[in-house]
């Protein structure tokens, strides 16, 4: 699938370079196909972090609630010195003062507040609002996960999670389409006096993404985990191909979740009962211990 992805994208460039302007009919198809990878992902966001919590050992949810906390601590470093970094590449800018009516229109700021705590999850569900459901799921797992009769609320919660993933499976196989369809757009629609005007915000933007994502990211993973630098990449690329496509990181939480599972599942012993697993258990993890793991960290990472 990812080679298709690749494919639909580099045959996108070519049409919209050859069609041009004649691809901009083709825009609320490519509208539609990012609403429809939308369909199944809040609420997947949603049942993973509550299956995954609820279904932890509270010794091992105190264990992944720190190792969570120093990792979000690191990426949150990185990309403050990444981002302060960056504006340096920009050349300063000296504009004249003049009045405009665009000054008096009304500005809408971000509500943090709201952003971050739910007070009526069911309109955060509503709205998308990701933070605030983020941190009501938390709570509500962790409530779940300190009930000893919460077992027959999490199996219905785990086979509607199961649904989920086959939806977005079927759903899946029509990101090719999709990213020709958005591919072809874009190219078709940006001028060449506007791809001028935007070069160097471009230029800038496209080493971030490769110093952050290809170098640095997954370098920082290999000093911390037993995974070489192929096997990081090779996880990594639908997501990344996907983002990069379409301009949006919520639509690849799944497949990002998914990668995970499959980079540890050549590390993995088939019998997670031998003795090395015995004695440590977070340097040999088990199979259902890798999918609570990615259905918690995954959401709160991105949040």
């Not at 960056?86 to 004249?96: I, S």
Request: charge should be neutral; charged fraction near 15%; proline fraction near 6%.
């Amino acid at each position: 699938l990812t080679v298709w992805i690749l494919l639909g994208f580099l045959l996108g460039i070519a049409a919209g370079l050859i069609m041009g302007n004649l691809c901009s009919v083709m825009k609320p198809v490519s509208e539609a196909f990012i609403k429809i990878w939308q369909i199944t992902i809040l609420p997947s966001v949603a049942l993973s972090l509550l299956v995954g919590i609820g279904s932890l050992k509270r010794d091992t949810a105190k264990a992944i609630a720190l190792k969570a906390f120093l990792l979000l601590l690191l990426f949150w470093a990185i990309c403050i010195i990444g981002y302060f970094s960056f504006q340096l590449a920009f050349p300063p800018r000296v504009e004249a003062s003049f009045f405009s009516t665009q000054d008096l229109s009304a500005k809408t700021d971000l509500n943090l507040i709201d952003q971050f705590i739910p007070s009526n999850p069911f309109l955060s569900l509503a709205d998308g609002i990701i933070p605030a459901t983020v941190i009501f799921c938390l709570f509500l797992g962790f409530a779940l996960m300190l009930d000893d009769g919460s077992g027959p609320i999490l199996n219905i919660l785990r086979s509607l999670l199961r649904a989920f993933d086959r939806m977005t499976h079927i759903i899946a196989k029509t990101f090719p389409v999709g990213i020709f369809v958005i591919t072809a757009v874009m190219a078709g629609t940006l001028t060449f006096e506007g791809f001028l005007e935007l070069q160097v915000f471009l230029i800038t933007l496209a080493a971030a993404a490769i110093l952050l994502g290809l170098i640095v990211m997954p370098l920082l993973i290999t000093c911390f985990t037993p995974f070489h630098y192929r096997d990081i990449l090779a996880a990594a690329s639908r997501p990344m191909l996907l983002a990069f496509s379409t301009g949006t990181e919520f639509i690849t939480l799944p497949q990002i979740s998914e990668g995970v599972e499959k980079l540890f599942r050549g590390h993995i012993p088939p019998s997670d009962t031998n003795k090395e697993c015995d004695t440590d258990r977070d340097r040999c993890p088990g199979r259902g211990d890798v999918q609570s793991y990615s259905e918690i960290l995954v959401p709160v990472a991105y949040t």
